[in-house]
T-cell receptor
């Protein structure tokens, strides 16, 4: 089946630095990818929709200058957390629609745990 | 305003018995529903889906029921196994039953299932 990978799986960075998270669709092309953030004991919160070759669409309340999204190819989207702060510490998950016919679903990456110290 | 609601944050079931996880939605335009299973620090894993043209979909131990008039769906796991212990998310989208549309999913807050041996 369709596979989505994320790298890195864990990252620790200092306040004020930037961190880049990669999301790849391994065996299918994805014109659209999604970036979610999960807070402890909370649901998945959609941050933005990443569109190949165009600007990302951000959800209300998500700072586009802080969370930079680039979807340079049909298999790669990146999320860069700029000038990270401890409150940015979270679990970030990307996803993409894949599959065919009745098995069409949104596939999720394994997630990236970001800790900002 | 939550469009997808999972009112039970947790559920405990004995091994071998049936687990029933419930989900309600408010948007009558939703026409494709999915259930995901999630372990801590991992991305969600797709379990089963159902489109609005059906009222039941079965896959092994997992069955999803959809009641459109009540805007309610449920996931039945029979028999429940300790390995089923995880957080289960209900998700919905509008636009297409399956295939094509790249719209994002709306998630419920999840129900933590514990299956005791």
């Amino acid at each position: 089946g369709a596979v989505v990978s994320q790298h890195p799986s864990r990252v620790i960075c200092k306040s004020g630095t930037s961190v880049k998270i990669e999301c790849r669709s391994l065996d299918f092309q994805a014109t659209t990818m999604f970036w979610y953030r999960q807070f402890p004991k909370k649901s998945l919160m959609l941050m933005a929709t990443s569109n190949e070759g165009s600007k990302a669409t951000y959800e209300q309340g998500v700072e586009k200058d802080k969370f930079l999204i680039n979807h340079a190819s049909l298999t790669l989207s990146t999320l860069t957390v700029t000038s990270a702060h401890p409150e940015d510490s979270s679990f970030y998950i990307c996803s993409a629609w894949g599959g065919q016919g009745r098995s069409y679903e949104q596939y999720f990456g394994p997630g990236t745990r970001l800790t900002v110290t | 305003d939550q469009q997808v609601k999972q009112n039970s944050p947790s559920l405990s079931v004995q091994e071998g018995r049936i687990s029933i996880l419930n989900c309600d939605y408010t948007n009558s335009m939703f026409d494709y529903f999915l259930w995901y299973k999630k372990y801590p620090a991992e991305g969600p894993t797709f379990l089963i889906s159902i489109s609005s043209i059906k009222d039941k979909n079965e896959d092994g131990r997992f069955t999803v029921f959809l009641n459109k008039s009540a805007k309610h769906l449920s996931l039945h796991i029979v028999p429940s196994q300790p390995g089923d212990s995880a957080v289960y998310f209900c998700a919905a989208k509008e636009g297409l039953n399956y295939g094509g549309s790249q719209g994002n999913l709306i998630f419920g807050k999840g129900t933590k299932l514990s299956v005791k041996p």
